[in-house]
């Protein structure tokens, strides 16, 4: 078994789980809405899924798809947890209930963000979308752009983070309870 596709599991927070011995953590688990993935064996016949944060591999596993599916499970269960930032035909920038209003240059370059949510964007990516608003992709006025972008978003509870040399990315702030 690939060690290395199970601890990239574990970090992402995505159990991996034997089918059937681990039923009792998998009901323990589904009753919290954490995702899992459930390895079964050749031989045994897989499981309806209990719900949408739960998938099944069967064994040997190849360790791309293990990946694959972990990293789905975990979009999935960040998406349960927050609501999905999107802009309106206004130009209204919402996550859940919160909103704030984006200038015509700004609205391209977020929506580009939201579609790469936690991933990194090109900085020419995001000087081609720039451009695209009405903007200029001179390296000024895109560090001036994404600085007035991160300070318009964060109080959606959304941050733009700097990726030295490579782009940025816009990340959600996890949700607090009320």
């Known amino acids: ?5 199970i601890e990239a599991c574990t970090a992402l927070g995505v159990s991996v ?7 009792h953590v998998r009901r323990h688990l589904a009753a919290f ?3 899992r993935v459930l390895l ?13 944060l739960e998938d099944w591999l069967r064994t040997p596993l190849n360790p791309d798809d293990l990946r694959a599916r972990s990293h789905e499970l975990h979009r999935r269960a960040i998406s349960h947890e927050r609501p999905q930032p999107i802009i309106d035909e206004q130009g ?15 609205a391209p370059v977020v929506s580009l963000l939201i579609d790469h949510l936690e991933r990194v964007v090109s900085y020419e990516a995001v000087g081609a979308a720039y451009e695209r608003g009405g903007g ?4 000024v006025s895109i560090r001036t752009l994404l600085s007035r972008i991160g300070a318009r978003v964060r109080p959606v509870g959304l941050e733009l983070v700097t990726v030295r040399r490579r ?3 816009l990340t959600q702030q996890p949700r607090t309870a009320p």
Do not use: C, F, I, Y
């Open 167 to 169: 782009g940025v990315l």
């Open 92 to 106: 209204l920038l919402r996550v859940g209930t919160s909103w704030v209003d984006l200038t015509p240059s700004q």
């Open 33 to 35: 809405r954490k995702p």
């Open 40 to 52: 079964v064996e050749p031989d045994s016949e897989a499981p309806p899924l209990l719900d949408d």
């Open 136 to 139: 200029s992709s001179h390296a």
């Open 1 to 5: 078994m690939d060690l290395s596709a």
């Open 17 to 23: 789980l034997h089918w059937p011995v681990d039923e």
